[in-house]
C-alpha cells in the first residue's frame, strides 16, 4: 500500500486515473487477490482512492485525502508539496492553539498547571537525552504532550478530541522544522511564557505568548522553505 500512497501523493498518478485491478496488483506485488483488495480498500479509508464495485479504483483529488493519516503526511512531507502542507498545519495549529491557550488561562485548576508544569519539565528533560536520536524523539514527544495538556486544560471535550486526532501530524510535521540549537534560547522560554501566563490565570497574555511561539515557527518554515528552493 505505501507505494501506492506514495506515487498518489507525489503526482505519479493523478486524480481520476484508474488503480490497477485486483488481479493486477496481486501479481505486481506478489501477494493474494485478498491482501490486494484490502491494500485497494486501505487508500480508500484514506480518502485516496474510490474503489468502483465492479469497475475500477479510481485516484481522488488532495481535498479528499485524510491529511491526518501517518501514511499520508509520511509520503507528503517527502514531496515538493511539503513547505504547503507545512504551512496548512501551522495554520491549524494558530486556529487552535491560540484561542485554547486563552480558555487555558481562564479555565486552569491546580492539577491542570501541575500537569503543565510536568510536561514542561519532561521537555527540559529531554535535551539532556543522549543520542541525539534519542533526544530529537523525546523532545517531539514531550513538546506534543504540553500542546495537548493545554487544550485539555481547557476541559473542552470536543476540542480536546479535535486536538487528538490532529497529534499524530503535528508530530510528523515537526521533524523538517526541528532547530535544537534553539530550544534552550527559543522553545523552551516560548513555552516557559505560555505556562506562565495560564498559572496567572492571565488570558491575553497566554494567546500572546502562543502567538510568539507560532510566529517563531512560521519563521522556522519560511528558512526551510528558502533552504529547499536553493536545493530545487
Not at 495549529?93 to 488561562?105: H, K, M, P, S, V
Not at 533526544?135 to 506534543?144: K, R
Not at 497529534?167 to 522544522?177: K, S
Request: glycine share 8%; with cysteine; net charge negative.
Amino acid at each position: 500500500m505505501a507505494e501506492f500512497v506514495g506515487e498518489i501523493v507525489g503526482g505519479q498518478l493523478a486524480p481520476g486515473e484508474a488503480l490497477p485491478s485486483e488481479v493486477a496488483v496481486a501479481e505486481r506485488f506478489g501477494i493474494s487477490r485478498g491482501v490486494a483488495r484490502e491494500c485497494l480498500r486501505a487508500l480508500e479509508e484514506r480518502g485516496l482512492a474510490t474503489v468502483r464495485h465492479g469497475s475500477s479504483t479510481i485516484v481522488n483529488p488532495r481535498e479528499a485525502w485524510d491529511l491526518f493519516d501517518a501514511e499520508v503526511i509520511a509520503a507528503s512531507l517527502a514531496g515538493a508539496g511539503a513547505e504547503h502542507l507545512l504551512g496548512e498545519y501551522l495554520e491549524c495549529r494558530r486556529i487552535i492553539e491560540i484561542e485554547a491557550a486563552g480558555l487555558a488561562a481562564e479555565r486552569a485548576s491546580e492539577d491542570g498547571v501541575a500537569t503543565l508544569d510536568a510536561r514542561f519539565a519532561a521537555m527540559e528533560d529531554a535535551l539532556s537525552r543522549r543520542p541525539a536520536r534519542v533526544q530529537e524523539e523525546a523532545y517531539h514527544q514531550a513538546d506534543v504532550a504540553f500542546h495537548t495538556a493545554l487544550v485539555e486544560t481547557t476541559g473542552n471535550l470536543a476540542l480536546l478530541a479535535l486536538v487528538r486526532r490532529v497529534d499524530d501530524a503535528l508530530l510528523a510535521a515537526r521533524y523538517p522544522l526541528a532547530r535544537p540549537a534553539y530550544r534552550r534560547t527559543r522553545a523552551l522560554p516560548e513555552h516557559q511564557a505560555i505556562l506562565d501566563a495560564v498559572r496567572a490565570g492571565d488570558p491575553d497574555a497566554a494567546r500572546a505568548a502562543m502567538r510568539a511561539h507560532l510566529d517563531t515557527v512560521e519563521g522556522y518554515l519560511r528558512e526551510h522553505a528558502r533552504k529547499v528552493a536553493r536545493g530545487a
